[in-house]
């Protein structure tokens, strides 16, 4: 059973940037066919794909959020992370890492329970 | 970007009814890119259908999806009380986006 946890802090200052991290259990980032994705849910609104990354390195983000995103992976630690630079508070959300599964279908299928960050000073 | 509108925004009904969701795109997506997810308070989503109408593992038959094109549905045929939640379409075109959820609440 895939499992994902995401980790960092939990309060960010204006004009700096989130860093979080999530760590995969249950399964390999390196086996392939996977696309390792952070969404995030503003409070009490709906869901939001910020972007993913494939083992390879190669990666997709929103075009939204693109010019501040940057995700990257660790295989080794089998991780991956998300960087959001230049935040403000309209960044607060829940932020969760997901499993994309593109097999004849797209979608994610495992999801980590969510952290939540505040932008704030 | 292709916009899911979600319908209705609340579907208020009983346990043992039948509940139809409405998920309609701006521009036409593959079915092989339309999924469905279940979300309950202070929860990540769990998905539900991919592929417009495949359920995922474990999901009860209860759940169904289906359309194509513009107009996408989520029919749960009677509905148990741990089906109460809001309810989101996806679609992956050139990017990825959600609809704006419906709330299946409690009559």
């Known amino acids: 059973q895939v499992q994902l946890q995401e980790s960092g802090p939990g309060l960010v200052k204006p004009s700096q940037t989130l860093s979080l991290t999530c760590t995969v259990s249950?399964?390999?980032?390196?086996?392939?066919?996977?696309?390792w994705s952070w969404i995030r849910q503003h409070p009490g609104k709906g869901l939001e794909w910020i972007g993913y990354i494939y083992y390879s390195g190669s990666t997709y983000y929103n075009p939204s959020l693109k010019s501040r995103v940057t995700i990257s992976v660790d295989t080794s630690k089998n991780q991956f992370s998300l960087k959001l630079s230049s935040v403000t508070a309209a960044d607060t959300a829940v932020y969760y890492c997901?499993?994309?599964?593109?097999?004849?279908?797209?979608?994610?299928?495992?999801w980590g329970q969510g952290t939540l960050v505040t932008v704030s000073s | 970007e292709i916009v899911l509108t979600q319908s209705p925004g609340t579907l208020s009904l009983s346990p043992g009814e039948r509940a139809t969701l409405s998920c309609r795109a701006s521009?036409?997506?593959?079915?092989?890119?339309l999924a469905w997810y279940q979300q309950k308070p202070g929860q990540a989503p769990r998905l539900l259908i991919y592929g417009a109408s495949s359920r995922a593992t474990g999901i009860p038959d209860r759940f169904s999806g289906s359309g194509s094109g513009t107009d996408f549905t989520l029919t749960i045929s009677r509905l148990e009380p741990e089906d109460f939640a809001v309810y989101y379409c996806q679609q992956y075109g050139s990017s990825h986006t959600f609809g704006q959820g419906t709330k299946l609440e409690i009559k």
């Open positions: 521009q036409s997506v593959s079915s092989s890119y």
């Open positions: 249950g399964g390999s980032i390196s086996s392939g066919g996977y696309y």
């Open positions: 997901a499993r994309g599964a593109m097999v004849r279908a797209f979608y994610f299928d495992y």
